[in-house]
């Protein structure tokens, strides 16, 4: 057996000119004394040994302006965790972490990567999470949390996780995890966060419940209708509703919950009777000309347009009647005022006065077609993708089953203006509903499909 023994302020800058990695090999033990810094500067930890490094041990710090992982057929446990990356980089998981103390965001992100954070005691935190600084997983992992003993708790947010709960009455033992890939239910989708809260008591809390979100999270959604959606199983989901929200301070509050399970956040309307099929603006002379089509059109009512210029405020700028014809229409409006940033969407109303938004089109005057389509959908044989992009990128293409499996992923070389990719895979998939996703860019766009 190896031990290496690192003492306070062992700095392993020296990674980037000679490794790109940390490496354990199997029996090697790693051990920290008075709050050691292990400083990973552009650098992998690969752990076939032991790390076990208990409260005041040391911390791991992964700095530098490349993207590294943490893998390793053993899972390490950190006291803390310091993610000090240049903005846009992050740290990859190929392997679980256990976390006693605390992960602390500076700068950059973890992509849970399919894998798991285990914060080990009640008291464990992550600490500054931000909108530039923060845990993601759209491919699927959580960061989880646990106390055994939790009795009438006020404003309690154990981990900092971010699933706020007060309540009279005593949960007793409490577990909670948070994920991110978002899940969908009656044709919809909620947000990139969702929690499992499961408590030992869970009768009768009749609890408030306060659901913490980033702006980088909300899926394309309407801050403004954001509801609080609950499901058992992770597979049926309720809408519960919202006694608050606060956009500022990115939350969505719900008093009396008697029990908890699955919650996440979506929209608190109902899909409407129509399919938007493109949805695009171009310039014209003085004026940013908008287009759209559907594919079929039942008991709605209209389209509002709906313009946002400073990243904030949604503002009406025009009214539109819908034609209710069966097999689809193409509609325009003329926006006389453009602005060299913008941001467009429909607000389409049915005749009950519910309503639904459309993808969101950014840039204002451009070309380019809706960003993001599979067709054709319902399909018994490939699908092919669409997508515009106004700047070349390199791009990840998923197929995704509904239960969250990666069926498939493409790397996707983006050009400017239109591109195509062919997923042939799906005909060998059997009947069912399966997620095609395409990120890039930090874009999370994703469309359901059907295969026949």
Known sequence: MKSFLLLPYFILAQLTECAAQLYLQNGAVLSCTNNAIICLQNADLVNNGTINLQAGNGKFV?????????????????????????????????????????????????????????LQQPTSLLVNESESS??????GGAVSISNSSVNAPTQYNIGNLGAMITSAQNPGALTISRSHVPVTFNANSGIQRTFLISPANNNALNATFRFYYLDEEINGKDESTLGLWKSTDGNTWNFVGADKRDAINNYVEKNSITDFSYWTLSDAMNVLPLKLISFSATCENDHSFLKWETAGEQDMNRFIIQKNSDGNQWNDIGNVPVQNISSGAKYSWKDVNPTDRAFYRLKII??????????????????LSMPFLAY????????????????????????????????????????????????PGIAKLASGTYIVRLIFNGNNLQQKIIRK
């Open 62 to 118: 992964f700095t530098g302006n490349s993207n590294n992982y943490i893998d390793g057929s053993s899972i390490s446990t950190l006291d803390e965790l310091d993610i000090s990356k240049t903005t846009g980089n992050y740290l990859l998981l190929k392997q679980d972490a256990n976390i006693v103390s605390a992960i602390q965001f500076i700068s950059g992100s973890i992509d849970l990567n399919k894998k798991h954070i285990f």
């Open 134 to 139: 923060h845990i993601t997983g759209l491919s």
């Open 350 to 367: 049915d005749n009950s006065g519910s309503y639904s938004f459309s993808p969101v089109f950014s840039g204002g005057c451009s070309g």
């Open 376 to 423: 054709p959908n319902p399909t018994d044989n490939a699908t092919t993708v669409r997508v515009s992009v106004r700047q070349s990128a390199k791009a990840q293409l998923m197929l995704i089953s509904i239960t969250g499996e990666i069926l498939e992923i493409h790397e996707w070389y983006l050009h400017t203006g239109v591109n195509t990719f062919n997923l």
